[in-house]
């Protein structure tokens, strides 16, 4: 029985489990102790319960306390107490936040966003379901897709548990879309998507109300502005000027602020190409604080990259006509877009002919921008769904589960498929793409933290190796359980226009994105993405009053092995951020490093080497520190383009006034 009273069957794997947690408290790994002891905990309970009897979850820890010191593990006993302790206290902590009793594996801040954004409430604003069922609801949302492809009950039935397990474990993390809406009435669970600007006025309205369709459903927006005709044209229809893709970028931007939902704004991408008349004004529109809810990048082209290297003028055409409207130094523009990042953290930059190279339909259509965060390569009347398989969860002894990460990431293709076929979508143009071309767009978190577990400093060659060796692992499974879901399920229906038809048979057009995880690592307790660090400690405030020292979990877990745990030292991390000035072992600090503790070089190094396995793109930010020169930004930008990235985002400390974290106090 468990807390909240309800009946399941015993499961010895969480017996092995709690024991592995105690002995690790203690810095010993030795797995068939634990395995014995575990047995002996089984038969213990197994002589002495009674015909009919029921346990309960404390009735199994007891027995777990009595074997741990009958055989002589006091040390480990001890730390298994005081992990009971812990629990207890902070099961109060999370049952006064949610008004109901928790038993999910999240923490104080993983059950304050899934409150806060995912769990379904009612009519008053009450939430009405825990995480648990949050995960039972969504699982059985993704299982029922199954039925349409001849699955009986038992299997839809095995899979839905299959599906309840990779996301109540947290190895794997949908989208909050996903999270929030599946099993509700509510069925759009896309994350973001991409709808074209045409020349008129017309098309430009068209995108304008789709944008609002998509976005009260909470959906992002990508746009390319760069087919509109530059400011100042004529228009053949009136004897008016054209006003120029900067006075629709101030529109579309203005829009976002009338549909906000559940106090968000929406996320936009508004892009432009390098040789549009209008780039310097585009280049120069957040410097002037002229909008507030669009990333902005750059579409840059090989052509243009050249021109830079080589000190030469390039052209600027009227996407209109196609006409030359001015040669222009191409090192200039390269500067503007240089230092307006190394300023304000905007532009990014968006390698447009290299992302195209990847096309998986290139006679299709053109790859255009990209989703909000630059992660989903996508299409006119596109949409991208997400997933995040959490790293951290997948080291034991310092080594890698190698087995155990095949299993989840083909059940996440799995799921993401699924996804393909549950949603809903605002727009018949949408559905009919997203239907033909079945992308997803798995992704991973929790890296950073998984180098931490391996001993690994995340700027080191070390690292990048490791980088590569898991995400050609990940890429390669995912791949191959595309092919066999294909088999299973069938292509996606515009495969045989598709790179792939002489190749494989495959059931996505593309399958793998790195986008942004960060509600979703902090659900997880995890770092975000294939980002480092930004801090090893925090506070935050609950119920209005309780200050929660939150540390990184797998530094606290190496303190404690060094014996040198202590709240103390634990307040004086989150004070400063980093172990860096810290009085702990050198080979702490040289493990723990953070973001801006890493020189930009091991940034790029690692975006281009897990962007060599992913057919879509990263969202990923090259941290420099707030000293960092214009020229040293300039220089992260084409070393990006020699490493082969698809686009690159950089950020200054303190460039921002809004920052959303700041180290220290």
């Known amino acids: 029985m468990k807390r909240d009273g309800t009946i399941i069957d015993f499961n010895r794997k969480k017996i092995f489990e709690a024991i592995e947690k105690a ?134 039935d095995v899979i839905e548990e299959e599906f309840f397990e990779i996301l109540e474990s947290l190895d794997f993390i949908p989208s909050g879309r996903i999270l929030a809406n599946s099993g509700t009435k509510n069925k759009m669970i896309y994350s973001s998507f991409v709808l074209p600007i045409e020349d008129s006025m017309k098309g430009v309205f068209r995108a304008l109300y789709h944008k609002a369709l998509v976005q009260r459903l909470g959906g992002g927006t990508g746009f390319s502005f760069s087919r509109l005709r530059p400011k100042g044209s004529s228009l053949s229809s009136t004897i008016g000027k054209a006003s120029g893709p900067i006075s629709f970028i101030k529109l579309f931007d203005h829009a976002s602020d009338l549909t906000v939902m559940g106090g968000r704004r929406p996320a936009n991408m508004g892009s432009l190409s390098v040789d549009h008349p209008d780039i310097i004004e585009f280049i120069t529109m957040k410097d002037r604080g002229e909008i507030r809810n669009f990333n902005i990048s750059v579409e840059i082209t090989d052509e243009f990259m050249e021109a830079v290297k080589n000190n030469e003028k390039y052209s600027l055409r009227d996407p209109n006509t196609g006409a030359v409207v001015e040669e222009v130094d191409a090192n200039n523009i390269f500067h503007l877009i240089v230092t307006m990042a190394w300023k304000t953290g905007d532009p990014g930059i968006l390698f447009i002919d290299r992302i195209n190279e990847s096309n998986p339909l290139p006679n299709l259509a053109r790859i255009e921008t990209t989703d909000p965060c630059g992660d989903q390569l996508l299409f006119p009347y596109d949409g991208g769904n997400l997933g995040a398989i959490n790293l951290s969860n997948f080291v034991r002894y310092n080594k890698i589960k190698w087995k155990q990460l095949e299993q989840v990431v083909r059940l996440s293709v799995r799921f993401l498929d699924n996804v393909v076929d549950y949603s809903d979508f605002p727009i018949k143009k949408i559905k009919d793409m997203v239907l033909a071309n079945r992308r997803i767009g798995l992704g991973i978190m929790g890296f950073a933290d998984m180098l931490y577990k391996l001993r690994i400093p995340y700027n080191s060659d070390k690292a990048i190796e490791t980088g590569a060796k898991i995400m050609k692992f990940i890429a390669a499974t995912t791949y191959e359980y595309s092919g066999t879901l294909a088999k299973e399920k069938g292509v996606f229906p515009l495969w045989d226009q598709s790179i792939f038809f002489d190749d494989r048979p495959l059931r996505n057009c593309s399958l793998l994105a790195v986008a942004p995880t960060g509600s979703r690592s902090i659900l997880a307790e995890t770092s975000a993405g294939i980002e480092p660090n930004f801090a090893l400690g925090y506070t935050r405030k609950v119920l209005g009053s309780v200050d929660i020292l939150q540390l990184n979990k797998v530094l606290e877990d190496v303190l404690k092995e060094h014996d040198i745990h202590s709240d103390e030292l634990i307040r004086e991390i989150v004070r400063l951020g980093t172990v860096e000035d810290i009085d702990v072992p050198q080979a702490i600090k040289e493990v723990f490093v953070t973001a801006h503790k890493i020189d930009p070089e091991w940034h790029l190094k690692m975006q281009s080497v897990f962007q060599r396995y992913i057919d879509n793109a990263i969202s990923k930010t090259i941290n420099f520190p707030k000293s960092a020169t214009i020229e040293q930004i300039r220089s992260s930008f084409m070393r990006a383009y020699e490493l082969r990235c698809k686009g690159v985002t950089v950020y200054r400390e303190g460039s921002l006034n809004n920052q959303v974290i700041n180290i220290g106090q």
Do not use: W
């Open 23 to 156: 002995f690790l408290a203690v810095s010993v790994d030795d797995e068939t102790i634990i395995k014995i002891l575990a047995q002996s905990v089984v038969d213990e309970l197994e002589q002495n319960i009674e015909d009919d009897q029921v346990l309960t979850v404390e009735d199994i820890q007891d027995v777990v306390e009595k074997i741990l010191i009958t055989e002589g593990h006091a040390k480990v006993a001890k730390a298994y107490i005081l992990y009971r302790q812990r629990r207890s206290e902070a099961r109060k902590l999370k049952s006064n936040i949610l008004g109901q009793y928790d038993d999910s594996k999240l923490d104080v801040n993983g059950l304050l966003i899934c409150k806060s954004r995912y769990l379904i409430k009612n009519k008053d604003g009450q939430t009405i379901e825990t995480p648990t069922q949050m995960f039972r609801r969504v699982a059985k949302a993704m299982a029922s897709v199954e039925r349409h492809y001849d699955k009986t009950k038992e299997q839809i």
